[in-house]
């Protein structure tokens, strides 16, 4: 009966032991005392020489670039960020560092324990996301007492771009770094010696990124802060690629230009062929520019693809305008040319040389005879008898009943019409030739 009280204080002793040394080694591993002093206090910044700000080192590793947004415009970005800066008022002992290791790596959890600055992303559209939270993060203490904190995390940045070029475009995107709360003169950043790196096997599908285009450290007036606060930038290039587009637009557009031009070897008589032929061709273009124009924002300036859109329809639609007008010119012809062949005159000048005997005389064409009128020699429109024939005037006893008719024989005689035509000066022609060879009855 007097062992059952022992037994109870005993065991009681024992829990309560166990219990302040999980507490102990709870609190130890939170805030362990080794490290931070009684009087830290983590709200306020660590003390500089002659008032001189704390400096913050950054560096950033860009691991992957997710996507390209022209819609948006905007990019995301995975990314290790590294910041280092001196804590004077760390305690440091030797025991707390391995051998031969001029540093020991925490927790993240003693995180929470330091003083830290706040930088956060200031063209960055997700502020929750853009937050340097320690979910895997890392703090390492150096000998000389500095801290380096460094976390991976994913922005959503946004990047004014342009559009003029496209879709041989080059963006220029952004990215500010900018402390929330402390002043240039409290905190001020600065690049480390890595700067920005890029992980070299980052592939774009239509972009080419290249190393960033420079690293800039500013100090930025804040109106809604009422201050100038330290900033850093670096400028990423993506640079768009144009095999794409040599693909899937201009190579395509050029050929229906091309297969447009195929209008002009047809015959002109083949109107629906033609028209059929242009048509097609200008319902393809605007169909495929159509179809180009949902990939970019609706901007109000004019883009080097509108420009070659435009050109493209252009030429199709100079190769339908030329059709029309050609058209229009061949039927104004063609009535000309009817017009004139209706107002030709009857009454054809002709020489008529026959077998036997040779008369200087007109003849002129009325039905299937010939009728012929002797030539006035006095007339300066009457061609000229030639040398070789000269005209004799017939006997009286065998001169035909009427004068003016001359008889023929039965059998063909070949009327040869020499140095005579419609108009005075007018070139021969074969269809002309040709008709004044002919045969007559007698």
């Excluded at 939170?30 to 660590?46: A, F, I, Q, T, W």
């Excluded at 590294?82 to 003693?110: A, K």
């Excluded at 922005?155 to 771009?161: N, T, V």
């Excluded at 001169?399 to 063909?412: C, F, K, L, M, T």
Aim: glycine share 4%; proline share 7%.
């Amino acid at each position: 009966m007097m062992m059952l009280p022992y037994s109870w204080q005993t065991t009681l002793i024992f829990f309560i032991w166990l219990c302040d040394d999980v507490v102990s080694k709870r609190n130890h591993t939170l805030k362990p005392r080794v490290v931070l002093p009684e009087s830290y206090v983590k709200e306020m910044r660590p003390p500089a020489r002659k008032g001189q700000p704390v400096m913050v080192e950054f560096s950033i590793y860009v691991v992957d670039v997710n996507s390209i947004n022209v819609e948006d415009m905007d990019f995301r970005v995975d990314m290790f960020i590294r910041q280092t800066w001196r804590e004077t008022r760390l305690q440091l002992p030797e025991d707390i560092f391995e051998e031969g290791d001029d540093h020991v790596t925490l927790p993240p959890e003693f995180f929470d324990n330091l003083w830290h600055p706040d930088p956060y992303f200031l063209n960055s559209k997700v502020t929750e996301i853009a937050e340097l939270t320690h979910k895997f993060s890392s703090v390492t203490l150096y000998r000389n007492q500095t801290v380096r904190y460094a976390a991976r995390m994913h922005a959503i940045i946004a990047c004014q771009m342009e559009f003029q070029l496209y879709p041989m475009d080059i963006q220029s995107c952004p990215i500010y770094i900018e402390s929330f709360s402390y002043s240039n003169q409290k905190v001020r950043f600065r690049w480390s010696e890595a700067g920005v790196t890029i992980n070299p096997e980052l592939k774009l599908l239509q972009y080419h990124i290249g190393e960033p285009l420079r690293l800039e450290e500013t100090n930025g007036y804040m109106i809604d802060k009422d201050g100038n606060y330290s900033r850093l930038v670096v400028y990423f290039r993506f640079e768009r690629q144009i095999g794409h587009h040599l693909i899937q637009t201009f190579a395509p557009s050029s050929l229906v230009v091309m297969l447009s031009w195929f209008s002009f070897w047809l015959d002109l008589d083949a109107i629906p062929g033609r028209v059929t032929l242009l048509v097609t061709c200008m319902l393809t273009l605007v169909t495929m520019f159509t179809g180009l124009r949902a990939d970019i924002p609706p901007v109000a300036y004019v883009k080097a693809l509108d420009l070659w859109m435009a050109g493209c329809m252009m030429f199709v639609f100079a190769a339908l305008a030329e059709f029309v007008v050609v058209k229009v010119l061949d039927k104004q012809y063609q009535l000309n040319k009817t017009r004139a062949q209706d107002s030709l005159p009857r009454i054809i000048p002709v020489r008529i040389n026959g077998e036997k005997g040779s008369c200087g005389t007109v003849a002129a064409w009325e039905g299937g005879g010939v009728r012929c009128r002797k030539l006035d020699m006095a007339s300066p429109t009457s061609p000229p008898a030639p040398a070789a024939h000269p005209v004799h005037p017939a006997p009286a006893a065998t001169s035909p009943p009427h004068p003016h008719i001359v008889g023929v024989e039965r059998r063909q005689s070949i009327l040869q019409v020499t140095h005579s035509f419609y108009r005075v000066g007018e070139k021969p022609t074969k269809a002309k030739l040709a008709s004044c060879w002919f045969f007559a009855a007698k």
